[in-house]
């Protein structure tokens, strides 16, 4: 690692700690040359994720783009209202579910089938409208099928 200060090469570890609840290490420095201290923050590197649009174009993964998609849907829903947060966790399982997937590249379609799927179990009015954008809804018998497989995979099980 190179001083900052000097530029040296030369540098020992005084202190090595976790930081960002795990995702990161935290490494405190002394230059050997002048003495100066720093910080530095070691990270595993993610491989890129690419998203394979329905034209073919080849674009890499995006989850502001999920998190928008999601807040436009659950807008005025008690969803949004949790300051994000379980939006935000929605985005990241859908992350990590393609990434553990380890293709390194999805379909938009395989996306958009996982927050469909995510946000069915989170907030099924929010699912109808993302699904009605997602899926292009034309008329009332869309958002009558939509619905009903809904009321299908939320009604409670019976034992007999």
Same mark, same amino acid.
Request: one cysteine or more; proline letters at 4%.
């Given at each position: 690692?190179?001083?900052?200060?000097?530029?040296?090469? %030369?540098?020992?570890?005084?202190?090595?700690?976790?930081? %960002?609840?795990?995702?990161?290490?935290?490494?405190?420095?002394?230059?050997?040359?002048?003495?100066?201290?720093? =910080?530095?923050?070691?990270?595993?590197?993610?491989?890129? +994720?690419?998203?394979?649009?329905?034209?073919?174009?080849?674009?890499?993964?995006?989850?502001?783009?999920? =998190?928008?998609?999601?807040?436009?849907?659950?807008?005025?829903?008690?969803?949004?209202?949790? %300051?994000?947060?379980?939006?935000?966790?929605?985005?990241?399982?859908?992350? %990590?579910? +393609?990434?553990?997937?380890?293709?390194?590249?999805? =379909?938009?379609?395989?996306?958009?089938?996982?927050?469909?799927?995510? +946000?069915?179990?989170?907030?099924?009015?929010?699912?109808?409208?993302?699904?009605?954008?997602?899926?292009?809804?034309?008329? +009332?018998?869309?958002?009558?099928?939509?619905? =009903?497989?809904?009321?299908?995979?939320?009604?409670?099980?019976?034992?007999?």
């Amino acid at each position: 690692m190179r001083c900052p200060a000097c530029g040296s090469f %030369d540098d020992k570890v005084i202190d090595s700690r976790q930081a %960002d609840d795990g995702s990161s290490i935290r490494r405190r420095r002394a230059c050997i040359a002048c003495a100066r201290r720093f =910080t530095t923050f070691e990270r595993v590197e993610e491989a890129p +994720l690419v998203i394979v649009k329905r034209s073919g174009e080849r674009v890499p993964f995006d989850r502001t783009k999920i =998190t928008a998609g999601v807040r436009a849907a659950a807008k005025g829903r008690p969803v949004e209202a949790n %300051d994000g947060v379980a939006i935000d966790d929605l985005a990241s399982a859908i992350e %990590d579910g +393609l990434r553990l997937d380890g293709r390194g590249e999805a =379909t938009s379609e395989e996306v958009g089938r996982a927050v469909l799927e995510h +946000l069915r179990e989170l907030d099924p009015v929010a699912a109808i409208r993302f699904a009605s954008v997602y899926l292009g809804f034309d008329d +009332l018998a869309d958002f009558e099928r939509e619905v =009903t497989l809904l009321a299908k995979r939320t009604a409670p099980k019976r034992h007999s």
